[in-house]
Structure formats: C-alpha cells, structure tokens
C-alpha cells in the first residue's frame, strides 16, 4: 500500500519568513508526486514532480523531488499572510491496477503571522 | 470556464438520518471522485467514476455509503443512518479520462456534520 508522510503537521512563522515543507513516500513503481494548496476546502493544484533534481518554480514557491532518498520539499520564499494553507503531497497510484485516487499525505497546516 | 461545483456546502443533520451530496464536475470530464477529509486528516480516497461505472470503490468506508453518477456528469453520494464519525468535508474532484490520475481538479467541498 502507499504511504505518503508529511512534515512537519504544523507550522507558525512571520512574514517574510522561509518555510521548508517535507514529503516522503513509499510507492510502489512511483511515476509522479504532487503537491496542493488547501485553504477553507477546495485543494489547488501546484506542482507535479516527475524526475529527480528538478526544481519546479512559482513565484516564491518552488520544489524538487529526490527519487533516491523517496522525498520532496516545497519552499516558499517571503511567506505572506495569503500563504495561510494546508499544503498536501499526493502521488497516484500505478494505472495497470485499475486504482485511479490519489493517495494524499495528511498535509502540513502554515500560518503566517503578519 | 466552470470549476467542480458541490452542494450543499454545509449540511448539518441528525444521527441516523440520510443524506445526499451532489458534485457536478467540470464538462467534459469523465473521470469523478469522491474524497472525504476528517478534521485534521488528510484526503481519504472514498469512489472513482469512469463515466457511469465505478471501477474503483475500494475506498467506501461500510455499506450505509453509496454513490452514483448518471448521464456521465453529476454523482451523487448517499450516507445512510449517519453516524457522528462521517462528520467530515467530502470532497469531489474531476479529471479528463486519459490523462492519467493526477490532474485531479477539486470541488469547494461539502462540509457534513453530523449531531
């Protein structure tokens, strides 16, 4: 069964501030792992990482994967208050098992304090 | 062009009762899921439509949970008799099929409470 570990579960900085958030996994034949943004409900879509040592980039926003060690970090630069999310790791299951969810981390909850 | 919408967005209701949730997916996706996320949890895969069918409901907690999807568009999900422990935020997402699992576009959620 996949396993997708977040940390860390909470965190409170100030604006400005850098924040790293964690994302290891288990899966078997891994193809991709994902990362979103949940505030209030809806999770957003922001970043699928596919190989390992390249850095995907928005704005202050970025991550890279590690297929070596099974993980991957989300940074945001700057924080600002607007930054305030759950923020999830993902990876999907392999398509020849029939099995179509996402298999989601329990995500790491960021306020930034203004 | 519109998103994933659901409703209701908050539903309160008693133990033991019945109730439905609706998700309209974006037009033209044919791949539907449902996710439920418990207060502090993470998302919890719960169905998966491939147009009308449900090849994947490997994620239904028990039976009083069901759920269908007609015309290949709207689904609805149905919890029966509630329990306080499905209090939770069900979630629904759409994709376009062929474009494998992950570009998985999520609705703003139902909020269930149940008393």
């Known amino acids: 069964e996949d396993k997708v570990v977040q940390s860390p579960l909470s965190l409170v900085v100030h604006e400005g501030d850098t924040v790293t958030l964690n994302c290891s996994y288990e899966v078997t034949n891994f193809r991709s792992l994902l990362w979103y943004k949940q505030e209030k409900k809806a999770p957003t879509f922001l970043f699928m990482l596919t190989s390992s040592g390249i850095e995907k980039k928005s704005g202050r926003l970025s991550s890279i994967l590690d297929k070596k060690e099974l993980f991957s970090i989300l940074n945001i630069t700057a924080t600002q208050t607007g930054d305030s999310a759950v923020y999830l790791c993902?990876?999907?299951?392999?398509?020849?098992?029939?099995?179509?969810?996402?298999?989601f981390g329990s995500g790491t909850r960021l306020q930034v304090q203004p | 062009g519109a998103g994933v919408s659901q409703s209701p967005s908050n539903k309160v209701t008693e133990k033991g009762k019945d109730v439905e949730l609706r998700c309209d997916p974006i037009s033209g996706h044919t791949a539907l899921y449902w996710y439920r996320q418990s207060l502090g949890q993470g998302l919890e895969f719960l169905i998966y439509f491939q147009g009308n069918s449900a090849p994947d409901k490997s994620g239904l907690p028990s039976d009083r949970f069901s759920a269908e999807r007609t015309g290949g568009s709207v689904s609805t999900l149905t919890i029966q008799r509630t329990q306080q422990e499905d209090s939770a935020v069900y979630l629904c997402?759409?994709?376009?099929?062929?474009?494998?699992?992950?570009?998985?576009?999520f609705g703003p959620g139902t909020r269930l409470t149940v008393t």
């Open positions: 993902a990876v999907p299951p392999v398509m020849d098992t029939g099995r179509r969810a996402l298999t």
């Open positions: 997402a759409s994709s376009l099929a062929g474009r494998g699992p992950y570009e998985q576009y």
